[in-house]
């Protein structure tokens, strides 16, 4: 790993027009702007709107759109499951569901048919090849606590409704999971302390590939080599997904100890640059996949 220091904050007007290392801050762009009326929905607050991202969720890239897609809340925390998504271009923020006032308690699925909102962790994922956003696993809304929201559904952006897929085959669902689709495969490949799975939705089926312990780490893909890369709570593990090749290769890296320690931090693969970017709040970090 390398820590990119002297990142600068950005005079950019837009995201295109950064330069390289820096932050850019976009005025104006506060999610509570769009959010559903408080005052409309009293009984969805629970601890307060800003647990659909604060309360251990995270979001996704919808890249036929541009934008990035915010789905969470769960346990008792927000109990709405509304969604929202950022567009890029404009830097600008939209409302994309309202939420089901009527959430089922604990249950995974609501009386509209809807998914019931959870902490989403890291089990999102936005599936390029069918245009769907993706999510499986979590702690449900659920006034009584606990983890292990077992279906997998799948959400259509054009029509706005969800689908309870209802796959063949099955995965644990504990808390702290991750996933990440990889475009070659065209699968999801989901990780949680009951073992590494994919999931393919042609085939609308679970496949399970080993009974590692995967825990409080976030994924990606390295689509160049074809790897799977986990980083987190001090470990870094990959998977040759490209060679079908399941067996966990534990990665020894140099210079990137205080992300690698911290729990599901945040990830992803920069195919321009050939690096897996890290970042869990101070420096960003860069890790080459060839020298580690």
């Known amino acids: 790993f390398a820590a990119l220091t002297g990142t600068a904050v950005a005079t950019a007007a837009t995201p295109a027009d950064m330069p390289e290392n820096s932050w850019l801050t976009l005025p104006g762009t506060k999610l509570d702007a769009v959010q559903a009326d408080p005052s409309q929905y009293p009984d969805l607050q629970g601890n307060g709107f800003y647990t659909i991202v604060g309360a251990w969720n995270r979001a996704v890239l919808d890249t036929k759109r541009m934008r990035l897609v915010i789905w969470g809340g769960g346990h008792n925390d927000y109990y709405g499951n509304e969604m929202y998504a950022f567009d890029i271009a404009t830097s600008t923020w939209s409302r994309l569901t309202d939420p089901t006032e009527n959430w089922s308690d604990c249950s995974d699925t609501n009386a509209d048919g809807t998914a019931n909102s959870r902490h989403t962790y890291n089990g999102m994922a936005y599936l390029e090849h069918v245009d769907r956003f993706w999510v499986s696993g979590g702690a449900l809304n659920c006034t009584s606590g606990a983890c292990g929201a077992e279906p997998t559904w799948a959400f ?26 990889d475009p070659a495969t065209e699968r999801v490949y989901f990780g949680d302390a009951g073992g590494l799975y994919s999931y393919s ?92």
């Open 156 to 181: 259509d952006f054009d029509t706005t409704t969800w689908q309870n897929m209802q796959p063949a085959g099955s995965h644990t669902t504990g808390c702290e999971n991750n996933a990440a689709y």
């Open 201 to 292: 939705y042609d085939d609308n089926a679970w496949t399970k590939h080993n009974d590692d312990n995967i825990y409080a780490m976030t994924s990606t893909v390295d689509t160049k080599r074809g790897m799977l890369v986990m980083v987190g709570s001090g470990n870094v593990f990959a998977y040759a997904i490209g060679a079908q090749d399941f067996t966990q290769q534990v990665w020894t890296t140099t210079g990137g100890d205080a992300l690698v320690e911290k729990g599901s931090p945040g990830l992803a693969y920069d195919p321009t640059t050939d690096r897996i970017v890290g970042w869990a709040g101070g420096p960003v970090y860069v890790l080459d996949p060839e020298t580690k």
